[in-house]
């Protein structure tokens, strides 16, 4: 990890990948499990594979990402472990940010922010935290100083850490470059991707709800989720403390890993509504096969789900519960769209491709404002049509 860090995974010397590539081919000699020491060696090794993209850029199969299909857990325990990686990762990059502060000797030493910088970015981080501390029953008194509340924060989320959880933190941080803001970047990525599983959960729990008629609960199903998406927005102001040129520099080396892969985005968005033939044919989903199939294979979203109530009987329109959950969400997704955007258009402009073979920016803008529910009642509402 020390050399990765210091080189940059795009840099690191021959003579560690091969060492790596022949740790790899001696695995199955090796008794007990190493699922996890597999997992972390192709991700090590992505590059020099050809298979680098967003899922290895991220590490992703070395953290608990919620999966629906595997997570059967009441809903308060799939957050509360949301919650605890959400907190992990945010003051692991808090962390570094001191740490770098404080001495020449951190890792990934090209193009340091300006301290004030810093201190902005310590508190949004904290920000970022905060609901997650609150929920975990963190007693955090708010203080003046970023600086101060981040130390303060460190300090409370390191005591309890386990052995494993200090392993998943060290081994999911493999920056292709040595520039101090990937370290942010990464670490934002990876939280977002924390929410969106637990979102397509939430989703999948609604689906479910609809279709056994529980309207109640899956309109307070949808405004929960709403919320969390919501409660993600200061990781926008977090992120947007990355400086363009630092981001530009990397990004010379992030060609293939694009989130236009995300499964649990794309998962969450295929929950609400089956995309249009032309967005489930396009770059949007052929970039994630497995939600393609599970499409092909008649996954039922909310809208399918509401189709047949509708059938019946007016439900929606007799449980304004749902049509709030309906509202709420769209509206928080929106919201997200638009801020996406917004940053995306400040970091990248309108003429640069995206790495996810895509136009870019315009691309973003073509989806921004598409409906996330199809269903009559619910797109009217989310467009403010009473
Ligand atoms: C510097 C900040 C960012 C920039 C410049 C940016 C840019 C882009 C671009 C250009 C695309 C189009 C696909 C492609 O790559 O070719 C995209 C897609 C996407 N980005 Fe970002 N992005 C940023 C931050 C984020 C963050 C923090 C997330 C959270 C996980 C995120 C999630 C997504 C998702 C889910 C898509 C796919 C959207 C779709 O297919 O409709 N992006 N982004």
């Keep these: 990890m020390d050399a990765y860090q210091h080189h940059g995974k795009q840099f690191v010397s021959g003579t560690w990948t091969t ?27 992505d590059k020099t594979d050809d298979r680098y993209d967003y899922r290895s850029y991220l590490a992703l199969p070395l953290l608990p990402i919620p999966d629906p299909d595997r997570d059967t857990e009441r809903a308060d325990r799939l957050l509360a472990r949301r919650d605890r990686f959400h907190l992990l990762l945010l003051s692991d990059l808090i962390a570094f940010e001191i740490h770098a502060l404080d001495t020449m000797q951190a890792p990934l030493p090209q193009l340091r922010p300006d301290p004030l910088v810093v201190r902005k970015r310590l508190r949004h981080a904290s920000r970022s935290a905060a609901p997650a501390l609150r929920r975990l029953s963190f007693d955090v008194h708010a203080v003046g100083d970023p600086v101060t509340f981040a130390r303060r924060l460190i300090a409370m989320t390191s005591i309890d850490r386990s052995s494993d959880e200090r392993l998943t933190m060290r081994t999911t941080m493999l920056p292709v470059s040595t520039v101090h803001d990937e370290y942010l970047f990464i670490r934002v990525l990876q939280t977002f991707e924390l929410t969106f599983g637990l979102l397509a959960g939430d989703l999948t729990a609604v689906t479910t709800a609809v279709a056994e008629g529980r309207l109640p609960a899956a309109g307070t199903r949808l405004t929960l989720a709403a919320t969390l998406l919501r409660e993600a927005a200061p990781l926008w102001s977090l992120l947007a403390t990355m400086q363009p040129e ?140 009473p």
């Design 19 to 45: 060492l790596l590539q022949s740790a790899r081919e001696r695995l199955p000699e090796v008794s007990g499990p190493h699922r996890q020491l597999s997992a972390f060696l192709n991700i090590a090794l």
């Design 246 to 385: 630092a981001f530009r520099t990397f990004r010379t080396h992030t060609d293939g890993a694009s989130a236009i892969q995300s499964r649990a985005y794309k998962l969450a968005e295929s929950l609400c509504r089956t995309p249009d033939p032309q967005r489930l044919d396009s770059a949007a989903y052929l970039s994630v096969p497995d939600v393609c199939a599970r499409i092909n294979h008649g996954q039922l979203s909310i809208d399918d789900a509401l189709d047949t109530i509708r059938a019946d009987h007016h439900a929606l329109a007799e449980t304004p519960v749902l049509a709030d959950g309906l509202r709420h969400f769209a509206a928080a997704v929106h919201q997200w769209r638009r801020t996406h955007y917004s940053l995306a258009v400040r970091m990248l402009g309108t003429h640069q491709p995206g790495t996810g073979d895509t136009p870019g920016t315009p691309y973003l803008l073509h989806g921004r404002d598409q409906p996330v529910f199809s269903h009559r009642n619910a797109s009217n509402r989310e467009q403010g049509i």
